[in-house]
């Protein structure tokens, strides 16, 4: 069975500063993770993911993730944060499957990132 | 990227009704389409998993007569939510992968706020 951990429930931060929202998994088996926004009662927007390969990954909106294999963290960064940021943020886990990104996901609980101006 | 569109984007209705909720796929053929629900301030929980012309594979402790999922088409699945009373109250969004190549990840529609009175 798979688990995700979002450590911080919410983050306040003023404009223009750096961010990080972080994110830990638990897995028998290699994982694929993602990172995805939802803004008040709207779906979800896939902000990045990873698959494969490198192991930092560039998101849209300049979020980036660097996946940590040891530390099994998934950890989402922005280096200067907007007030259009605002919105919460949820890491999940699916198992590979052999099908990448097709199957099922297991969330976090979310981390609301709250831009203060 | 694909286009899953959910309709109703909100619904209230009378306890002891029974509502419908639509997920279609605009621009693939959804081979598997995922629902979720989610409570206020909480993360997302799968409730069940359907395939194209299969019956749906429900989560643990989600009720499979109260929760009717139909997946009868490529572009369509719909999920029915049987003798509503308050409690199920709730966020419920749906998501749909297929197996084109370029489908690589399940993508979520807008999400249906159902508040039954």
């Known amino acids: 069975a798979q688990s995700v951990t979002q450590l911080d429930s919410q983050v306040p931060v003023f404009e223009e500063a750096p961010v990080e929202l972080r994110c830990n998994y638990s897995s028998s088996v290699s994982v694929y993770l993602f990172w995805y926004v939802q803004y008040p009662n709207q779906g979800l927007q896939l902000l990045l993911k990873?698959?494969?390969?490198?192991?930092l990954v560039k998101g849209i909106n300049g979020f980036e993730a660097e996946f940590n294999k040891s530390q099994t963290s998934f950890h989402l960064r922005k280096p200067s944060v907007h007030i259009s940021d605002t919105a919460e943020y949820f890491c999940?886990?699916?198992?590979?499957?052999?099908?990448?990104?097709?199957?099922?996901?297991?969330f976090g609980s979310g981390t609301r990132l709250q831009v203060q101006p | 990227g694909a286009v899953v569109s959910q309709h109703p984007s909100w619904v209230i209705c009378k306890s002891g009704t029974s509502v419908k909720i639509e997920c279609r796929s605009l621009d693939f053929q959804a081979t598997t389409m995922f629902w979720y629900r989610q409570f206020p301030k909480q993360s997302l929980m799968l409730m069940a998993t359907?395939?194209?012309?299969?019956?749906?594979?429900?989560e643990q402790g989600v009720e499979k007569d109260k929760f009717l999922i139909n997946h009868a088409s490529l572009t369509l699945s719909t999920l029915t939510v049987t003798s509503a009373h308050p409690e199920d109250s709730s966020f419920y969004i749906c998501?749909?992968?297929?197996?084109?190549?370029?489908?690589?990840?399940?993508?979520f529609g807008q999400g249906t706020r159902l508040t039954v009175v």
């Open positions: 359907s395939n194209e012309g299969s019956k749906a594979t429900y």
């Open positions: 998501s749909a992968t297929g197996q084109q190549g370029w489908v690589t990840e399940a993508f």
């Open positions: 990873y698959l494969s390969g490198s192991t």
């Open positions: 999940a886990v699916s198992d590979p499957g052999g099908a990448e990104g097709r199957r099922a996901l297991t």
